[in-house]
């Protein structure tokens, strides 16, 4: 990549930085997809937690019935802030599920502990160990990846336990334009296994490889509801990019993964019990923060089926 000046023009002693760096200086932090206007909401109240990405609701008790307007009006808020925050909602899973079906068929995920409860995914730091503390975007080694995922923290440690999101698209939009030029028509392989094989064994991961062929997905996504391009690799589950030598695909893979470690991307949320995190895994990334050992903290997630990633 080129450096903005190696110096010797302008007198200064020659110098370099790191090709593939992120560097400091003035962002671009741009909230809506093109086109978009800013509008009021007329069914709730939106506070942003952050420039780009994530908003606390307020007004509304999610145990009541969604209607179709108030439906429409939190997927506007859900496509504008990818993250939506509902404070003290204390939902039983039958009303977690209930919400979460308004955007879809729900999913089940058999990688991760149920709790016995359907369409259900359980962090509870039991049998299986944390394996959610790496920017990751959930499920991308499935053909159709989750759209979004509905979280309900149920038990919080005394301190610690927060989550964070970053926005996919803000990072998108902040590479050199060499590196999109490079990644415009890349595709990617994600694949469950190296990344489960850290915490479970062979013969628990062997059932699942035929479900989950290693597959393919474009290095850039395309939103289905906006447009807007998101930088779709991550740390979890991207092998490599396809027809890159491997030592290329390495590099250029961690740049990219580095994207979502940028502060200015993110959002980071401190739970109470009972809240509610709603995300649109289409465009977004997440790290669940592992500081709260001896402590226990219970987390129960309902995700929504999605699309095939264009
Ligand atoms: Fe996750």
Redesign the pocket.
């Known amino acids: 990549m080129d450096t903005p000046s190696s110096g010797t023009s302008s007198g200064l002693r020659p110098f370099r930085t790191p090709a593939d760096g992120i560097h400091e200086g003035p962002r671009e932090l741009r909230r809506l997809p093109d086109e978009w206007e800013e509008r009021p909401y007329r069914h709730v109240e939106v506070v942003p937690l952050a420039r780009t990405i994530g908003a606390e609701i307020r007004g509304l008790n999610l145990s009541r019935p969604v209607g179709a307007e108030l439906r429409a009006e939190l997927n506007r808020a859900l496509l504008e802030w990818k993250v939506l925050f509902f404070r003290g909602q204390h939902l039983s899973r039958d009303q977690q599920r209930e919400f979460a079906a308004h955007w879809g068929e729900l999913a089940s995920l058999p990688l991760v502990p149920t709790g016995g409860h359907e369409a259900v995914s359980r962090f509870d730091d039991g049998p299986v160990p944390h394996f959610?503390n790496v920017w990751?975007?959930?499920?991308t080694f499935r053909e159709r990846p989750t759209m979004g995922?509905v979280l309900q923290v149920r038990q919080i440690p005394p301190f610690g336990g927060d989550t964070l999101w970053a926005d996919m698209a803000a990072a998108y939009d902040n590479l050199p334009d060499t590196v999109k030029e490079r990644i415009e028509h890349a595709t990617a392989v994600h694949d469950y296994v190296p990344g489960f094989a850290r915490y479970y064994t062979p013969a628990q991961l062997l059932p699942f490889q035929e479900l989950y062929p290693p597959v393919e997905h474009p290095v850039v996504r395309r939103h289905p509801e906006t447009g807007r391009r998101s930088l779709f690799v991550h740390l979890?589950y991207v092998t490599h990019i396809v027809g890159m030598e491997p030592a290329e695909s390495d590099r250029l893979l961690r740049f990219l993964f580095l994207q979502a470690h940028v502060p200015e991307f993110q959002v980071r949320f401190h739970w109470q019990a009972g809240d509610i995190a709603f995300w649109d895994n289409r465009t977004t990334a997440?790290?669940?923060v592992n500081d709260y050992a001896p402590h226990p903290r219970v987390a129960e997630?309902v995700s929504i089926e999605g699309d095939k990633p264009v």
Do not use: K, L
């Open positions: 959610e990751h975007t959930d499920v995922s979890s997440h790290y669940a997630r």
